[in-house]
Nanobody, 121 residues
Framework: QVQLVESGGGLVQAGGSLRLSCAASGRISSINYMAWYRQVPGKQRELVAGITSGGSANAADSVKGRFTISRDNAKNTVYLQMNSLKPEDTAVYSC???????????????WGQGTQVTVSS
């Protein structure tokens, strides 16, 4: 089993910054893909940004130029640096990982528990 531990959420004023972290642990053979999703009550969960094991990253248009995703493969950790935050960025942010466990043939997807980000105007 792979466990994901997120940190870094909180309350910030508009224009401020936060950095989210998500550390994966367990019997991990490899991590193919790491990403951040967010969800607002009553709305569908949306992809914020994702990054492959090779470092190729993509981000939603709504956060391009403000959010940066990165990963430390040695630490099995993904980060989301969020700058110029807006009230509409308020959501629960969840880490998503596609990883292969030791001894497994196939990779599986895993979700973190979610961390609240609130941006006040």
């Amino acid at each position: 089993q792979v466990q994901l531990v997120e940190s870094g959420g909180g309350l910030v004023q508009a224009g401020g910054s936060l950095r989210l972290s998500c550390a994966a642990s367990g019997r991990i053979s490899s991590i193919n893909y790491m990403a951040w999703y967010r969800q607002v009550p009553g709305k569908q969960r949306e992809l914020v940004a994702g990054i492959t094991s090779g470092g190729s990253a993509n981000a939603a248009d709504s956060v391009k130029g403000r959010f940066t995703i990165s990963r430390d493969n040695a630490k099995n950790t993904v980060y989301l640096q969020m700058n110029s935050l807006k009230p509409e960025d308020t959501a629960v942010y969840s880490c998503y990982v596609v990883a292969k466990e030791l001894g497994s043939v196939y990779a599986r997807s895993y979700w973190g528990q979610g961390t609240q980000v609130t941006v006040s105007s």
